[in-house]
């Protein structure tokens, strides 16, 4: 599900940019930062990297199970999905030649969410498919302690970049379960 709800984001994310500043080609992809071994991820300049920095639970769910009526009048146990907040990184990974041009799609990626109001549905997001009811990006804001120990954590040096949280992502697998008959009274 994570998958499905960053790849979605990056393909509106990618046509907002090029209808904006007419190009052709993607300036957003999906990757890392640095490689496990500490060299870096990315193999092409001059792109806007989104990152997953942090996944962390959405308490503000219930986590309780239920029960649905089916349609042959029968109970099903359901359990709810869980669901995570995800903080998506967008780092501006442009050589110094191009560092305002970095800025600029920094900047475009704000605005994207300003444009959406933060907000994602199957309705204006096709590509969420019925997996989400919908989604929200909030902007995020650090200080520069945690700002520095956030670059520290990854390992690289500051880029330019901004980060968002992005919530709630469900999280679940329905597998077969057991029917539990009506009981009428009689």
């Known amino acids: 599900m994570i998958h499905e709800a960053m790849t979605s984001i ?9 209808s904006k500043h007419n190009i052709n080609e993607e300036k957003v992809i999906l990757s890392n930062v640095l490689n496990v071994d500490g060299s870096i991820a990315i193999q092409e300049t001059d792109k806007i990297v989104m990152s997953v920095a942090n996944i962390e639970t959405d308490k503000s769910q219930s986590s309780t199970s239920s029960y649905k009526q089916n349609t042959k009048g029968n109970f099903t146990k359901v359990k709810p999905s869980v669901n995570v907040n995800i903080t998506v990184m967008f780092s501006a990974y442009f050589t110094p030649e191009n560092y305002v041009e970095g800025l600029k799609f920094i900047s475009s990626v704000v605005a994207f969410f300003q444009f959406k109001s933060g907000t994602f549905t199957p309705q204006d997001t096709p590509a969420l498919i019925d997996n989400f009811e919908r989604l929200t990006m909030e902007l995020m804001s650090l ?9 520290s954590m990854i390992g690289s040096k500051y880029m330019p970049s901004v980060l968002y949280r992005l919530k709630p992502v469900p999280i679940r697998h329905d597998a077969p ?7 009428k009274k009689i």
């Open 177 to 183: 379960t057991t029917d539990i008959p009506f009981i």
């Open 143 to 151: 200080d520069f302690r945690d700002l520095s120990n956030f670059w």
């Open 10 to 18: 990056a393909g509106e994310l990618n046509r907002f940019l090029q």
